[in-house]
Nanobody, 120 residues
Framework: QVQLVESGGGLVQPGGSLRLSCAAS????????MGWYRQAPGKERELVAR???????YYADSVKGRFTISRDNARKTVVLQMNILKPEDTAVYYC??????????????WGQGTQVTVSS
C-alpha cells in the first residue's frame, strides 16, 4: 500500500504564508510527477502546481509568483510553499503523486486533504 500524509494546513491572515508538506510511504519503486490540487466549496477540484521527476514545474495562473512547488526524493516528499495568501486560496488541498511499485505500473496516490483557510 502507498500512503500520502499531508501536513501544514491551517488558518492564516491574508498576505501570510503556509508551507504544505506531503510525505509518501510504502513499498515505492519510483515517483514520477508530484502535484497539489485544491477544491473550494462549490468549485471543481483544480490543479494548483505540479513538478515532474525532471524538475519541470507547472502552476495555475492564479498562484504564479506566489506558490512554489518542490520535491525531496530522499524523503519522498513534495512541498508547496504558499506566500502572499489570498482569501481566494481558501480550499482543501490534496497531494497527488504518480507512483509505481515493483508489482504495478504507475498509478495515482492521493493525500487525505488538508484545510487551508485565509481569513479576512
Amino acid at each position: 500500500q502507498v500512503q500520502l500524509v499531508e501536513s501544514g494546513g491551517g488558518l492564516v491572515q491574508p498576505g501570510g504564508s503556509l508551507r504544505l508538506s506531503c510525505a509518501a510511504s510504502g513499498r515505492i519503486f519510483s515517483i514520477n510527477a508530484m502535484g497539489w490540487y485544491r477544491q473550494a466549496p462549490g468549485k471543481e477540484r483544480e490543479l494548483v502546481a505540479r513538478i515532474t521527476s525532471g524538475g519541470s514545474t507547472y502552476y495555475a495562473d492564479s498562484v504564479k509568483g506566489r506558490f512554489t512547488i518542490s520535491r525531496d526524493n530522499a524523503r519522498k516528499t513534495v512541498v508547496l510553499q504558499m506566500n502572499i495568501l489570498k482569501p481566494e486560496d481558501t480550499a482543501v488541498y490534496y497531494c497527488n503523486m504518480d507512483v509505481s511499485t515493483l508489482y504495478s505500473s504507475a498509478f495515482d496516490a492521493w493525500g487525505q486533504g488538508t484545510q487551508v483557510t485565509v481569513s479576512s
